[in-house]
Structures are given as C-alpha cells and as structure tokens.
C-alpha cells in the first residue's frame, strides 16, 4: 500500500500548483544532478531527467511512496534555454526570445518507490513575447531576478506588455501541471 505522495523537487511554484490543486505532497528534493551538457531538445531527454530526478529520492523515503520528479525546459529553435548564467546570460536569453514564439515542455514521472513502476507524462505550452526593449528586459531583470528559471522569466510574474500570448497549460509553463500530475497518480 502506498502512503505518502513526494515531490521531488525544491521548486516553490511547483510545490504551490500542487498545494492549490489539493494534491497532497511531502517535498524531498532530488540529489540528482542534471546533466546541461545537452542543448538540443528532446522529449526522451527531458523525460530521462524527470525519471532520474524522482528515482534519485527512492533511497530517501522510509515508507512505500508515489515519488514525483519534473523538469521544465524553455526551447527556441530546438535549443533549450536553461536557467541563465548569471545577469549577462538573462539579458542574452530574454533578448533571444523578445519578439519570436517558444514552447515549454514540462516532463513529469510517477515512481511506485515499492515497485519500480513509474508513469509519465510531457506538457508542451507556447508562448510568444512582445518585442521587448533593452529597457525593458533590464528593467525585468533588475526586479524579478530570473537567475533560477528555465528561458530566465516566470510567466506568472511577466508585467503587463511583455508576454502577446500563450496557448496551452498555463500550470505547465510555471513548472508543472496539475491535471497531468492527477492522472499520472493513477494506477501507478
């Protein structure tokens, strides 16, 4: 029998979705240490991630545990905007988006701690950014500190005239969709 539910990550906005959803998670963040070597986006990439993140934390839970591990990538052209390097690598980022339309995916694995049994699912989200002045981007940058997001910006805390749209799951483009995480929960 299954008992707790655990969220493998340290992300805030992560853990709130799953709060607000009414979904129930104890957070242990994963020890696993990503690999940023890869730039090219893949699905099977990202979803080896999220797996290798939730089955990192099997040797931390005491008791039978449905563990769930995620990672949000930013892709332009195929290339995936990690978090930036430092305020220079946010500038260059954000510039490269201003203007142009990306998507982020969201990959989320389900790991039965007991069985090995794991589920997963991939959320794929577009967003189109304004073009974006030098102005504004610093302007963003100097206030929201994007230093630990995908692409470098929470769409959550864009201000007004930056985002022209998005299409798509908006809990996904934060980091992680409820809905996609109720129905990997089943049966698993």
């Known amino acids: 029998m299954v008992g707790k539910i655990i969220l493998a990550s340290s992300s805030p906005r992560r853990a709130d ?13 994963s ?6 070597t890869t730039t090219v986006f893949s699905y099977d990439f990202i979803e080896n991630l999220a797996y290798n993140k939730a089955k990192a934390v099997i ?33 260059e980022m954000l510039k490269k988006l201003s203007g142009k339309t990306h998507f982020v995916v969201t990959s989320i694995v ?9 589920k997963k699912n991939s959320t794929t989200s577009y967003v189109t950014f304004e073009d974006l ?10 206030n929201y500190k994007p230093f630990d997001k995908a692409g470098s910006y929470g769409i959550q805390e864009m201000p007004e005239g930056y985002i022209k749209e998005f299409t798509g799951d ?4 934060i980091g992680i ?4 995480v109720r129905e990997l929960l089943k049966g698993v």
């Open 110 to 118: 389900v790991i039965n701690s007991e069985t090995g049994a794991y």
């Open 17 to 29: 979705i799953l709060r607000k959803a009414q979904i129930a998670v104890k957070i242990i963040p």
């Open 133 to 142: 002045t030098d102005e504004q981007i610093n302007f963003y940058i100097d």
């Open 59 to 91: 040797p931390l839970v005491e008791e039978p545990s449905l563990i769930i591990g995620a990672d949000t990538v930013v892709v332009l052209d195929n290339e995936i905007l990690g978090k930036p390097e430092g305020r220079q690598g946010a500038f």
């Open 177 to 180: 969709s409820s809905n996609a």
């Open 170 to 173: 908006l809990e996904n483009i």
């Open 31 to 36: 020890p696993y240490i990503e690999d940023h």
